[in-house]
């Protein structure tokens, strides 16, 4: 049976309102929000005296209908519209996360142990046996979460200041999920050689380090020189967190309807960091029918492209020889991936895809197509965004991965080990509870981690990277 879909994306806000009562009523006031579409979900009172009150009201309204809500409001009479507040903003007030310390320092011996001069044996101790650094400092449990905000989620280059919010937030769910403490740096650079010698300095604090929103196609070579240069776990998150999720959701989505990926013909559209990094995964999977596509169309092994990753991955995909745009390419697929760009596939591309087709529209905030338009002509669609069903999110993967790897100290996060994590998440999601709404487990599920640690520490002893086998894990 086709996708359905339901439900508005809808955005609150706090209005302080102050009403006098001999002009309007609340019951006037909530039929004027009505108006507009938006739902009061929360009243506070802030004060009130008998000839009038002031409130602080949550709405639910659909975004694009906000300002208009907001006019209307300020020319009623009796209303006085005081302030508007976002919730999201006030969460982000002084910032999302803090240091604390794991024991008090109480008194003068408590001074000595921490500090001068017991901390001193502790560095000799380290001084003599580097390894000891994970036993003895935080760095057994530490990730750098690093950018230089140039490809900050849709809104693109925006300086390391602003992308202060994203990597706040990321070191957040490290912690609230997989209790890895992580820290935020954002660098003031966007030279190549500048970023790997700033991470290749600050790395001895850390256990890993984790890559956000680095543009393309440096990207690339930031990732693969820290990862020969380091000796801890280096992941670019855009690249090998999406589709690491991406792949989870197709296992399931494939095995929904019944196709086998060495079978179906896969189009993948936006041939960046993620889109490469799919590619690869794909391929890893047994996936052989892939057809990559960007702005300059279908790529091909007969063209040479200035990007040498467009290169790659046209000398590794579309065996076929399709050539065109994304609409030859979807023509009798199977499944589309899009990481591109808003509004780039039409109804018409996907009602010539294959019978129960499957459709990743993951363009952030605006998919490639909107999942109402095409609710009844693919069997499974699925976006980046919360507010529809199947979101692929990398947050599904990048707690659980970096807990398995410093749990093992392993050296690398490699390909045996992303496979792994996309088949723990995928089996997540019971046989009784898969259906085109649910193929992908959410990322509140608190056995996702568990699965995911397991799965890299195993994956990671197998293919020789750990440096540590935790007690379970001990034969």
Wanted: aromatic content about 4%.
């Amino acid at each position: 049976m086709p996708a359905t879909l339901t439900g508005t994306p809808s955005h609150r806000m706090i209005l302080r309102i102050g009403m006098d009562h001999a002009i309007i009523s609340f019951g006037m006031l909530a039929s004027l929000i009505g108006e507009f579409g938006g739902d009061i979900v929360a009243i506070d009172v802030i004060r009130a005296d008998k000839t009038s009150t002031v409130r602080d009201i949550t709405v639910a309204i659909a975004e694009p209908r906000f300002p208009a809500m907001i006019e209307s409001l300020k020319s009623v009479n009796g209303i006085e519209l005081i302030h508007v507040s976002d919730p999201t903003f006030l969460l982000h007030l002084g910032g999302k996360i803090e240091m604390q310390p794991k024991m008090p320092v109480r008194n003068r011996d408590d001074l000595s142990k921490v500090y001068t001069p017991g901390v001193a044996k502790v560095c000799t101790a380290i001084h003599e046996s580097p390894g000891k650094a994970f036993t003895l400092t935080m760095k057994r449990n530490f990730v750098a979460v690093v950018s230089d905000g140039t490809a900050v989620l849709g809104l693109g280059d925006i300086g390391p200041a602003a992308a202060m919010p994203v990597m706040e937030g990321k070191a957040m769910l490290f912690k609230q999920l997989a209790g890895v403490d992580a820290v935020p740096i954002c660098l003031d650079t966007k030279d190549t050689e500048e970023i790997i010698r700033t991470i290749k300095h600050i790395a001895p604090a850390f256990g890993g380090i984790n890559l956000e929103d680095i543009s393309s196609p440096r990207c690339f070579e930031i990732e693969e020189r820290l990862k020969r240069e380091l000796d801890i776990p280096v992941f670019h998150d855009d690249q090998h967190g999406t589709a690491v999720v991406v792949l989870a959701g197709l296992f399931n989505a494939l095995r929904l309807v019944g196709k086998e990926m060495k079978d179906v013909r896969i189009a993948v559209q936006g041939i960046g960091a993620a889109g490469v990094s799919i590619i690869k995964m794909l391929l890893a999977a047994g996936a052989s029918r892939i057809v990559a596509v960007d702005r300059c169309g279908v790529l091909n092994r007969r063209q040479v492209y200035d990007n040498p990753m467009w290169n790659w991955v046209a000398q590794h995909t579309n065996a076929e020889g399709i050539g065109g745009t994304v609409t030859d390419a979807l023509a009798g697929a199977d499944v589309f991936v899009g990481v591109s760009g808003p509004n780039s596939v039409t109804v018409d591309d996907v009602k010539g895809m294959a019978a129960d087709a499957i459709v990743f529209a993951m363009a952030n905030p605006k998919p490639e197509i909107e999942p109402e338009l095409i609710a009844g002509h693919a069997r499974v669609i699925a976006t980046g965004r919360s507010d529809y069903p199947n979101q692929i999110n990398n947050v599904l993967c990048f707690p659980g991965i970096f807990r398995g790897a410093l749990d093992c100290r392993a050296s690398d996060i490699n390909e045996e080990m992303k496979l792994a994590t996309s088949r723990a998440i995928a089996s997540a999601v019971t046989d009784a509870e898969l259906n085109e709404q649910y193929i992908i487990p959410s990322i509140f599920n608190d056995k996702v981690v568990k699965a995911i640690r397991d799965a890299v520490v195993q994956a990671a002893i197998d293919s020789g990277t750990a440096r540590r086998i935790p007690p379970e894990f001990r034969k």
